[in-house]
């Protein structure tokens, strides 16, 4: 058995646990990271991050998993709690980093609490496809960004059945073999969205998800022409904000800004 100190973090509600694996001394489990996550026999969390020395020029490399211990390419609301959990472990960044994670290298700035992150390049929107799901025929758009999201527009969001209907569409054949994250979405306004989002491998409705937010505002911008920036109103009741650049294969230099906050720090036995 081993000790584990941990920083226990959420961004917009998205929570995480987090810790320091520059040295490299970490190899944990599929199991033991979803025992970390276990909220009944662990810290508790939607994801755990791990901070490690970068492979190229970057200042870091962060590494997510999922609640079930598998890997996953990105997580907006984890990068951000990640940019402001390294700026503690190396305050002399003035607040600007970079850090390299499976779909890209990724910027962050931190100011007080918020921090914007600069994404990846998008994959394009598709069109939208009528899919069957739990008993349901739905128009179904997906766009990749940093992990796959599938976004379904919704008149009454509050009466969405998001665990069924996003389980569904999360191991639909269509989204297969990595299945997807499924975003319900409703307009509020030409420029502001309210979003529920049922995330692969948490497999359930987490509280907020930023790689979510960016696929609702980008697949929004596509089918109405609204502008940047795109505000979106998450479960947990925060505001994020997506800004962009039109460009002729879809958009650029997408940036996501929003809160990433301390909760508690601790050690485990592992």
Same mark, same amino acid.
Do not use: W
């Given at each position: 058995?081993?000790?584990?100190?941990?920083?226990?973090?959420? =961004?917009? =509600? %998205?929570?995480?646990?987090?810790?320091?694996?520059?040295?490299?001394? &970490?190899?944990?489990?599929?199991?033991?990271?979803?025992? &970390?996550?276990?909220?009944?026999?662990?810290?508790?969390?939607?994801?755990?991050?791990?901070?490690?020395?970068?492979?190229?020029?970057?200042?870091?490399?962060?590494?997510?998993?999922?609640?079930?211990?598998?890997?996953?390419?990105?997580?907006? %609301?984890?990068?951000?709690?990640?940019?402001?959990?390294?700026?503690?472990?190396?305050?002399?960044?003035?607040?600007?980093?970079?850090?390299?994670?499976?779909?890209?290298?990724?910027?962050?700035?931190?100011?007080?609490?918020?921090?914007?992150?600069?994404?990846?390049?998008?994959?394009?929107?598709?069109?939208?496809?009528?899919?069957?799901?739990?008993?349901?025929?739905?128009?179904?758009?997906?766009?990749?960004?940093?992990?796959?999201?599938?976004?379904?527009?919704?008149?009454? &969001?509050?009466?969405?059945? !998001?665990?069924? &209907?996003?389980?569904?569409?999360?191991?639909?054949?269509?989204?297969?073999?990595?299945?997807?994250?499924?975003?319900?979405?409703?307009?509020?306004?030409?420029?502001?969205?309210?979003?529920?989002?049922?995330?692969?491998?948490?497999?359930?409705?987490?509280?907020?998800?930023?790689? =979510?937010?960016?696929?609702?505002?980008?697949?929004?911008?596509?089918?109405?022409?609204?502008?940047?920036?795109?505000?979106?109103?998450?479960?947990?009741?925060?505001?994020?904000? !997506?800004?962009?650049?039109?460009?002729?294969?879809?958009?650029?230099?997408?940036?996501?800004?929003?809160?990433?906050?301390?909760?508690?720090? =601790?050690?485990?036995?592992?």
């Amino acid at each position: 058995m081993s000790i584990l100190h941990f920083q226990k973090m959420n =961004g917009a =509600g %998205n929570d995480f646990v987090l810790l320091d694996n520059r040295d490299g001394s &970490l190899s944990l489990t599929d199991a033991q990271i979803a025992r &970390l996550c276990d909220r009944h026999r662990g810290v508790g969390a939607d994801g755990l991050l791990l901070v490690e020395k970068p492979e190229a020029q970057a200042d870091f490399r962060m590494r997510y998993y999922n609640a079930d211990g598998r890997e996953a390419e990105m997580c907006g %609301n984890g990068a951000r709690c990640f940019a402001r959990f390294v700026n503690q472990l190396a305050p002399d960044n003035n607040g600007t980093i970079t850090f390299e994670t499976p779909a890209g290298l990724i910027s962050a700035t931190q100011r007080g609490d918020q921090v914007s992150l600069g994404m990846s390049q998008p994959g394009p929107s598709a069109e939208g496809v009528e899919l069957d799901a739990a008993g349901k025929s739905l128009t179904v758009y997906s766009i990749n960004t940093g992990v796959p999201h599938a976004v379904v527009l919704v008149d009454d &969001l509050d009466g969405t059945d !998001v665990h069924p &209907l996003g389980a569904a569409l999360s191991h639909h054949h269509h989204f297969q073999p990595r299945g997807t994250n499924v975003n319900f979405v409703r307009q509020l306004g030409p420029q502001d969205l309210a979003i529920r989002t049922y995330e692969r491998g948490v497999e359930a409705e987490t509280l907020a998800c930023g790689t =979510g937010v960016v696929a609702a505002a980008l697949t929004i911008a596509t089918l109405t022409g609204a502008e940047s920036p795109i505000r979106v109103l998450v479960k947990g009741g925060d505001t994020l904000s !997506v800004d962009f650049l039109r460009a002729a294969d879809g958009f650029s230099h997408v940036i996501l800004t929003g809160p990433a906050d301390f909760v508690f720090a =601790g050690d485990i036995t592992v």
